[in-house]
């Protein structure tokens, strides 16, 4: 455990690759792990497994204040979500649920509440576990503007969709590409109402992607916060660290 609690804080939009570096981050480091986006698409599958339009702001509002949610926060299993008693780890990634998740995401009393509940878990994380990479679209600005650590990670539009398309389809050829579109750049587009994460705000460190590998990115992360948070002195400096 790192001797003062610790957050990153990780943003950015769909296709960056946050999520899966923000994991490999917090396993690396012993931390626990927030997908805070998960907890967005679980309160979509509850709305629609209750026949609630989710268009319609006052209910599903209320939908959230009364979640039965559990989100697993360790990074060395998978993110399991369960509503209600159900696992719904696999259904939030699918289609129907990533097409309807911005109705849900731009409602403002629905982020009160999730927020609320985001930072509860973090400050649980911080006191269980000595911190937490919490990742989302307003980690950085909103939810815990006060991290150690505040990072944006971005990646062209171009290779963004490449790697979505990869991951639901298995290949990136053109056809791919236009089914993958609407999950990518439209999804971005509504959500970016409600939430900056295109651009790093004012003390936010922004990394580039387009060009990187996975472990590249994870690496640089690594650099960022190992950088900042352990300044060592002559006596405590590990050489084995040093081109780390
Ligand atoms: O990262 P993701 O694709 O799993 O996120 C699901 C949706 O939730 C996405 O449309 C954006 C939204 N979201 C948000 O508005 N704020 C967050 N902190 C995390 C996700």
């Known amino acids: 455990m790192p001797e003062h609690p610790l957050t990153i804080a990780v943003d950015g939009p769909s296709g960056s690759g946050k999520s899966s570096v923000s994991k490999a981050v917090a396993r690396e480091l012993g931390l626990g792990y927030l997908d805070t986006g998960a907890m967005y698409r679980a309160l979509t599958w509850w709305v629609l497994d209750e026949g609630i339009d989710p268009t319609d702001q006052a209910k599903v509002a209320d939908a959230s204040r009364s979640l039965p949610l559990e989100i697993a926060t360790d990074p060395t299993g998978p993110v399991t979500v369960t509503v209600n008693g159900t696992d719904i780890t696999e259904a939030i990634r699918e289609t129907w649920i990533s097409s309807q998740v911005s109705a849900v995401a731009t409602n403002l009393d629905v982020r009160a509440e999730l927020r609320r509940r985001q930072r509860e878990l973090i400050d649980q994380l911080r006191a269980d576990r000595g911190g937490v990479v919490a990742e ?34 298995g290949t990136a050829g053109a056809e791919q590409i236009e089914a993958t579109r609407d999950q990518i750049s439209r999804r971005d587009r509504d959500d970016a109402t409600v939430s900056a994460f295109f651009e790093p705000a004012e003390g936010v460190v922004g990394l580039d992607t387009s060009d990187l590998s996975f472990e590249q990115v994870v690496q640089a992360v690594l650099d960022l916060v190992r950088g900042e ?16």
């Open 229 to 244: 948070v352990a300044p060592q002195t002559p006596e405590q400096s590990d050489p084995s660290k040093e081109d780390r």
């Open 136 to 169: 989302g679209r307003d980690i950085t600005t909103v939810v815990a503007p006060d991290a150690e650590h505040r990072i944006l990670v971005t990646a062209s539009e171009e290779a963004r969709l490449a790697r979505r398309s990869t991951e639901l389809h």
